[in-house]
T-cell receptor
């Protein structure tokens, strides 16, 4: 069975701290996506990682992809309260166009 | 540019009733996808339309679920009759080039079956 494991499931952190969310997947996939969801809102696309070694950064968030290890990380630098949300990773097994999602990581940044 | 919209945002029905969820994709997007997330579980694929045609409905749980996309614009997902285990959040997504673009998601419809 194709699986995407995300950890941690819950993360409570202080403002100003750094942390990493991990996304492991069990199938071959050329693409990995990170989404953010605020309560009651759409899943907002954060990063699209298309190849091995890809690294993308936006503000305090940086995502990377290692297709050989089937691992992606979402690193948070100097967290601020506005980053509180649920973060999902998803893979797109080659040619299927149906995303397989991780369970999500609920992040709470404490002031 | 308007994003993917879904209606209603929340629906509460009793077991055995019928509910219809609606999704309006981003204008011009040929590809439309339905996903759902049941309590505490992963978001799971239900089906994929290309224009008005069902491209892949391998994720549809059973024949109580019927999805349509007449005219290739908006889509509906009907659950008839609803069961308790159908409760969850139903997401819709769309994109233009399925081989290149990421999927753009709507806010979801939260369905509660009592």
């Amino acid at each position: 069975e194709l699986k995407v494991e995300q950890n941690p499931l819950f993360l409570s952190m202080q403002e100003g701290k750094n942390y990493t969310i991990y996304c492991n997947y069990s199938t071959t996939s050329d693409r990995l996506y990170w989404y953010r969801q605020d309560p009651g809102k759409s899943l907002e696309s954060l990063f699209v990682l298309l190849s091995n070694g890809a690294v993308k950064q936006e503000g305090r968030l940086m995502a990377s992809l290692d297709t050989k290890a089937r691992l992606s990380t979402l690193h948070i630098t100097a967290a601020v309260h506005d980053l509180s949300a649920t973060y999902f990773c998803a893979v797109d097994p080659s040619g299927t166009y149906k995303y397989i999602f991780g369970t999500g990581t609920r992040l709470k940044v404490l002031a | 540019e308007a994003g993917v919209t879904q209606f209603p945002s929340h629906s509460v029905i009793e077991k055995g009733q019928t509910v219809t969820l609606r999704c309006d994709p981003i204008s011009g997007h040929d590809n439309l996808y339905w996903y759902r997330r049941v309590m505490g579980k992963e978001i799971k694929f239900l089906l994929h339309f290309v224009k008005e045609s069902k491209q892949d409905e391998s994720g549809m749980p059973n024949n109580r679920f019927l999805a349509e996309r007449t005219g290739g614009t908006y889509s509906t997902l009907k659950v008839q009759p609803a069961e308790l285990e159908d409760s969850g959040v139903y997401f819709c997504a769309s994109n233009q080039d399925r081989g290149f673009d990421e999927q753009f998601f709507g806010p979801g419809t939260r369905l509660t079956v009592l």
